[in-house]
């Protein structure tokens, strides 16, 4: 150092380091600030995991109930609409039938109340008594097939040259028979009643069997009753005629004024049954 430094106090100008220069003891590095989350990754961490309360599952669950409920009702409709395409004539023709069923179920009805009446305002019961009896089993022996019967009504004739026509069918047929207001019904000269059944021939086109008797085509119906309630009935959309049509069958209805069913079923014992009068 000159003289010149050291008479005016001044410090000399540090010398340039070639090497690196350390920090101070007391200073800390530097570290790059950490970011916060984006928005994308504060939506997902929103919505998952899912945080449902206790009311949002219930009405969840309620929900799924409805729907379940709705689907099986359009289903239901869906598959119980035979009658959807009908016309509106056969529409008219079936609400007139139910009316029919009606007014025979009250016309039994008030008979039978006329019945009571007259056994409570007799002056000889026991005789009105037995004079209901008498009709009475006149009735029931009809019904029961041990007597003949004659009346109006209407007889059917079934032709199926292919053998396409089950058991079932013709079954199907008494039934809707029955429902119509039948009173007595003979399928080819065997007397149908409460018991009868048909089962299918011993062999393929050995025809039907009715009660164990084997019938042969075509299949011959005779019916008793009114015969604008039984031609209708049978002729409804997806009735018994229009079903056996689908099977190439054919069928012929005609009302007659007097139609006689003479075929007779023995009076059977019940095995088990009993009366429970007294």
Do not use: C
């Not at 119980?80 to 009606?102: C, F, K, P």
């Not at 025979?104 to 009446?117: A, G």
């Not at 409460?194 to 084997?214: C, E, I, K, L, Q």
Request: hydrophobic share 30%; charged share 30%; aromatic share 2%.
């Amino acid at each position: 150092m000159s003289d010149e430094h050291r008479s005016s106090g001044e410090l000399p100008p540090e010398e340039p380091s070639d090497g690196p220069q350390e920090p101070d003891a007391g200073e800390r590095p530097q570290t790059p600030e950490k970011q916060g989350p984006t928005g994308r990754q504060r939506l997902a961490q929103a919505l998952w995991p899912p945080r449902v309360t206790r009311a949002q599952l219930v009405v969840a669950v309620l929900l799924f109930v409805l729907g379940l409920a709705l689907a099986i009702q359009v289903r239901s409709t869906s598959e119980n609409s035979a009658l959807r395409g009908a016309r509106h004539e056969d529409l008219v023709r079936i609400l007139d039938e139910l009316d029919d069923r009606t007014t025979r179920l009250e016309d039994e009805k008030q008979e039978l109340q006329s019945q009571r009446t007259e056994l409570e305002n007799s002056s000889d019961r026991a005789e009105e008594a037995r004079k209901q009896t008498a009709e009475k089993q006149r009735q029931l022996g009809v019904l029961a097939g041990t007597v003949a019967a004659q009346g109006p009504g209407i007889e059917m004739t079934i032709t199926d040259p292919r053998g396409t026509v089950e058991p079932d069918m013709l079954l199907d047929a008494v039934q809707e028979l029955r429902a119509a207001g039948a009173e007595a019904i003979e399928v080819n000269e065997v007397r149908v009643v409460a018991d009868t059944h048909f089962s299918p021939g011993s062999s393929s086109g050995d025809g039907v069997r009715v009660d164990g008797r084997r019938i042969s085509r075509p299949y011959s119906f005779k019916v008793i009753g009114k015969p604008q309630d039984l031609e209708p009935a049978l002729k409804i959309p997806g009735g018994v005629v229009q079903t056996l049509k689908e099977e190439q069958a054919t069928v012929s209805v005609t009302r007659e004024e007097t139609v006689k069913v003479d075929a007779l079923r023995s009076a059977k014992r019940p095995d088990y049954a009993r009366s429970s009068s007294q």
